[in-house]
């Protein structure tokens, strides 16, 4: 089942030459997808498209279910002055509504998402006194509060060292592979995400132009 669908989009910022050029692509229920391009290839802008943050005026998006969404880190999200768990519960709150409590059911969630993701005994702590790994751990759990379907990353291990870099990985993978977490992430980190991700698509000048194995990526491999 296809979880989420793209069909001839094109998009462009007011009165610019499209970024996005007729993509038509789909993620299908359990994927791990890895979107990679140069920087200005259009891949962030896909991902606000199907968020819904850029307004789609040609082609079409269909998802089904509720997204996830785990930005690229800023300076204040780093030093943002809030709780892991006041950070993760705030992912259970539905984008359409404005509500100032949560419920028992959303307080379950999100202690079972920070036991799951081994925060819960930290939940305390404010997030600017953690490390960058501990951050985007925190970031990844709001995220998976937010849906138990699919989640979209946007450079989730930039500025890490080595050795987190691959904890994430290895953590993405475990939510996939062992929670049928659906994972749609961009990444420059080509050699190491496609070590982890089922597929890749690549993006060149707004386009399409590979849509492939993750095995497959870089063996001169013919596009689907």
């Known amino acids: 089942m296809n979880v989420i669908d793209i069909k001839n989009l094109s998009f462009g910022y007011f009165s610019e030459h499209d970024v996005l050029k007729n993509v038509n692509m789909q993620v299908k229920e359990g994927d791990f997808l890895c979107i990679v391009g140069e920087n200005g290839s259009g891949k962030s802008t896909l991902i606000k498209c199907i968020l819904g943050l850029n307004k789609v005026t040609k082609g079409e998006i269909n998802v089904n279910g509720r997204i996830g969404y785990l930005p690229q880190m800023t300076e204040v999200q780093n030093n ?12 259970t709150l539905p984008d359409n509504i404005k509500r100032i409590f949560y419920t028992k059911e959303d307080k379950q969630k999100a202690k079972e998402t920070m036991e799951k993701l081994q925060l819960y005994e ?73 070590q982890y991700a089922t597929r890749v698509i690549e993006i060149k000048n707004g386009q399409v132009t590979k849509d492939i194995a993750a095995s497959e990526y870089g063996t001169g491999g013919a596009s689907k």
């Open 80 to 91: 943002f002055p809030a709780t892991i768990e006041e950070i993760v519960l705030s992912g």
């Open 122 to 194: 930290m939940r305390k702590k404010c997030f600017y006194e953690l490390s960058g790994g501990q951050k985007q751990r925190v970031l990844i759990a709001r995220s998976l509060c937010a849906t138990d379907k699919i989640i979209l990353l946007d450079e989730p291990v930039n500025g890490l060292d080595p050795k987190i870099v691959i904890e994430i990985y290895e953590l993405l993978q475990k939510l996939n592979r062992e929670h049928g977490i659906t994972i749609v992430m961009v990444s420059h980190d080509v050699e190491r995400a496609v």
